[in-house]
């Protein structure tokens, strides 16, 4: 079945560079994305990657996509305490060529210590 | 621009009663799905709905159903509640798109339900 896993925590260093990684099983899904979750709050989209893509860059946000191997990762660059929060990987998937639903993973909770 | 609005933000109901949850999409979207989050974990789909039917539903019981107004917006109904059932629902707005396409999701904010 349909399957998203990240790991759940990562700590790293205000200024630091944060990399959050996530597998996904669906080989047919074509869009792929980053969700973020402050405490108390609704889901937040960060980004988005097509699928013919291997990386996206938006301002401090890379998404590096490796299609054969299932795996996506997002990179924050210049991490600051502000980016704590929980990210959501999701996949987009279809059934019968109708609108589709995300498959989300756990969520992987970053903190940033100043 | 309101973005997608949810009612009420916050919930407390007793095992075995029935609870309605509502969502308005955001302007211009016509595709309302329910994701359900309990609490450590990832959000799960529900159903969907595109004019004013489910189109798709995940893996939940009966006791879970909806509904979607002319005017896009919809409805989350859940009887006989469980323990099991709180958790944070959150509805999501889009617009229609095929497979292949962009499969844009807005979230709002959510409504956080307490089954005691």
Same mark, same amino acid.
């Given at each position: 079945?349909?399957?998203?896993?990240?790991?759940?925590?990562?700590?790293?260093?205000?200024?630091?560079?944060?990399? !959050?990684?996530?597998? @996904?099983?669906?080989?047919?899904?074509?869009?792929?994305?980053?969700?973020?979750?402050?405490?108390?709050?609704?889901?937040?989209?960060?980004? @988005?990657?097509?699928?013919?893509?291997?990386?996206?860059?938006?301002?401090?946000?890379?998404?590096?996509?490796?299609?054969?191997?299932?795996?996506?990762?997002?990179?924050?660059?210049?991490?600051?305490?502000?980016?704590?929060?929980?990210?959501?990987?999701?996949?987009? !998937?279809?059934?019968?060529?109708?609108?589709?639903?995300? !498959?989300?993973?756990?969520?992987?909770?970053?903190?940033?210590?100043? | 621009?309101?973005?997608?609005?949810?009612?009420?933000?916050?919930? !407390?109901?007793?095992?075995?009663?029935?609870?309605?949850?509502?969502?308005?999409?955001?302007?211009?979207?016509?595709?309302?799905?329910?994701?359900?989050?309990?609490?450590?974990?990832?959000?799960?789909?529900?159903?969907? @709905?595109?004019?004013?039917?489910?189109?798709?539903?995940?893996?939940?019981?009966?006791?879970?159903?909806?509904?979607?107004?002319?005017?896009?917006?919809?409805?989350?109904?859940?009887?006989?509640?469980?323990?099991?059932?709180?958790?944070? @629902?959150?509805?999501?707005?889009?617009?229609?798109?095929?497979?292949?396409?962009?499969?844009?999701?807005?979230?709002?904010?959510?409504?956080?339900?307490?089954?005691?």
């Amino acid at each position: 079945g349909e399957d998203v896993e990240q790991s759940l925590f990562l700590s790293v260093r205000e200024g630091d560079s944060s990399v !959050i990684n996530c597998t @996904y099983t669906d080989s047919s899904s074509t869009y792929l994305y980053w969700y973020k979750q402050e405490p108390g709050a609704g889901l937040q989209l960060l980004t @988005y990657i097509f699928s013919n893509m291997d990386m996206k860059q938006d301002q401090r946000l890379t998404v590096l996509l490796n299609k054969k191997d299932k795996h996506l990762s997002l990179r924050i660059a210049d991490t600051q305490t502000g980016d704590s929060a929980i990210y959501f990987c999701a996949e987009s !998937i279809y059934y019968g060529g109708s609108q589709g639903n995300l !498959i989300f993973g756990k969520g992987t909770k970053l903190s940033v210590k100043p | 621009d309101a973005g997608v609005t949810q009612s009420p933000t916050h919930l !407390i109901k007793t095992r075995g009663q029935q609870v309605t949850l509502r969502c308005s999409p955001k302007s211009g979207h016509d595709t309302v799905s329910w994701y359900q989050q309990a609490l450590g974990q990832g959000p799960q789909f529900i159903f969907q @709905y595109y004019e004013e039917e489910e189109r798709q539903r995940g893996n939940f019981p009966d006791r879970f159903s909806g509904h979607q107004f002319p005017n896009y917006s919809s409805e989350l109904n859940v009887n006989a509640l469980l323990l099991g059932d709180s958790a944070l @629902y959150l509805c999501a707005s889009s617009l229609d798109v095929r497979e292949g396409s962009n499969n844009e999701q807005f979230f709002g904010p959510g409504t956080r339900l307490t089954v005691l």
